[in-house]
C-alpha cells in the first residue's frame, strides 16, 4: 500500500495541489503558541520547561493520528486509512516539484535583474540575513544549494520515514523542521541545539542513501568518491546540507561545490560574467534533473519491493 500511497501523493501534487506551495501551517503554530504560553516558556532562557512542552508539541499531533488510524483500521477495505496516510503525507511533502522550482528561478536569473531574484529567493525561499547574494553567481549557487536541501528535508526524508514508519515517522518529522525553521530569538539554547540534533538524527541514513542515489543518477565515480570520506560522520545543521550538495555537485559535474568558488575570481569582464552565468544556469538544471531522476529511482525500488513482497 505505501507505493500507491506515495505515488498517489505525488499525482495529486502534480495534477491538483501544484499551485499551492503548502498546506497551512498555521495550526502548529497557534498549538505551539498555546502550549508553551500555558506552561510559561516563552521569555524563560534558564528554565527546564522547554522539555515538557517539546513532549506535549510531539505527543499531542502524534496520538491524535494513531487514535484516528486504530478507529478507521479495517473500515471499508481500508480505504479510510489509505485516504488519511495521503493526506498526512500531502501535507509533509512540497507542494512545490523541483522542475517548477527550478523554472521560476532560471526566468528571474536570466533576465540579469539581481532585485528581481533576490526578491523572489524571499518569496520562495527562507533567506537568512547574513546570506550574500551580492552578486548573479552567488546567487546561483545559494539557490543550488536551498534547491538540493529542500528537496531533500521535503520529499526525501518524508520518504524514508513513512516507509519505515508510516505516518506517524512522517508526522514526527514534519514536527521536527517546523521546531527548527521557527524557533525565536529568546528560546532557550538547550531546546534549539535539541531540535537540530533530532533533525540530525533524522536525516543521518536519508542523506547517505540520497547522497548514494546520486552516484547512481550521476558521477559514480566522483560522487562516491565524495560521500565516501564523510560516510560515518555525524554533522548538524548546515553541515549535512553542504555534505549533500557537495555530493550533487559532483554527480552532475565531477565538480565539488566549495571547487566552484574559484571561478568567480575570474576577470570581471563582460563576456567571462556572461559565461559564468550561462554555467550557473546550466548547473541548475543538470541539478533539478538530477534530483528528479532520484526520486524515480526510489520510487522504482519501492515498486519493486513492492511487486516482489519485501519488507
Not at 559532483?250 to 559565461?275: T, Y
Request: with cysteine.
Amino acid at each position: 500500500m505505501k507505493f500507491l500511497v506515495i505515488l498517489s501523493a505525488l499525482l495529486a501534487n502534480y495534477l491538483w495541489l501544484k499551485d499551492f506551495d503548502r498546506f497551512d501551517d498555521g495550526w502548529f503554530f497557534r498549538f505551539r503558541g498555546r502550549v508553551e504560553s500555558g506552561l510559561g516558556v516563552v521569555g524563560r532562557r534558564a528554565s527546564n520547561i522547554w522539555i515538557l512542552a517539546q513532549c506535549i508539541i510531539y505527543l499531542v499531533p502524534i496520538l491524535t493520528l494513531f487514535l484516528v488510524l486504530t478507529l478507521i483500521q479495517g473500515q471499508v477495505f481500508g480505504v479510510p486509512t489509505m485516504l488519511l496516510h495521503i493526506l498526512v503525507l500531502l501535507v509533509a511533502l512540497d507542494r512545490t516539484q523541483p522542475g517548477r522550482l527550478a523554472k521560476g528561478f532560471l526566468e528571474h536569473f536570466a533576465s540579469g535583474n539581481l532585485d528581481s531574484c533576490r526578491s523572489w529567493l524571499k518569496s520562495e525561499l527562507a533567506v537568512a540575513s547574513d546570506v550574500d547574494l551580492g552578486d548573479r553567481v552567488s546567487i546561483g549557487r545559494y539557490f543550488s544549494r536551498q534547491l538540493t536541501y529542500r528537496c531533500f528535508e521535503r520529499m526525501f526524508v518524508m520518504y524514508f520515514w513513512y516507509l519505515v514508519t508510516g505516518p506517524v515517522g512522517v508526522v514526527f518529522c514534519y514536527i521536527s523542521y517546523q521546531l527548527r525553521d521557527s524557533h525565536r530569538e529568546d528560546q532557550p539554547s538547550d531546546e534549539v541545539k535539541f531540535v537540530k540534533l533530532v533533525v540530525a538524527v533524522l536525516e543521518w541514513i536519508p542523506l547517505r542513501l540520497l547522497a548514494l542515489t546520486f552516484s547512481l543518477a550521476g558521477n559514480f565515480v566522483h560522487s562516491f568518491n565524495r560521500i565516501r570520506g564523510s560516510f560515518w560522520s555525524f554533522q548538524t545543521g548546515p553541515e549535512s546540507g553542504e555534505l549533500l550538495y557537495g555530493c550533487a555537485a559532483f554527480a552532475v559535474g565531477g565538480m565539488a561545490a566549495e571547487e566552484d568558488e574559484g571561478s568567480s575570481g575570474l576577470a570581471g569582464s563582460e563576456s567571462v560574467q556572461q559565461s559564468q552565468w550561462k554555467q550557473e544556469a546550466q548547473h541548475i538544471e543538470a541539478l533539478q534533473a538530477l534530483l528528479e531522476r532520484s526520486q524515480s529511482i526510489w520510487l522504482a525500488l519501492l515498486a519493486l519491493g513492492t511487486i516482489f513482497a519485501l519488507p
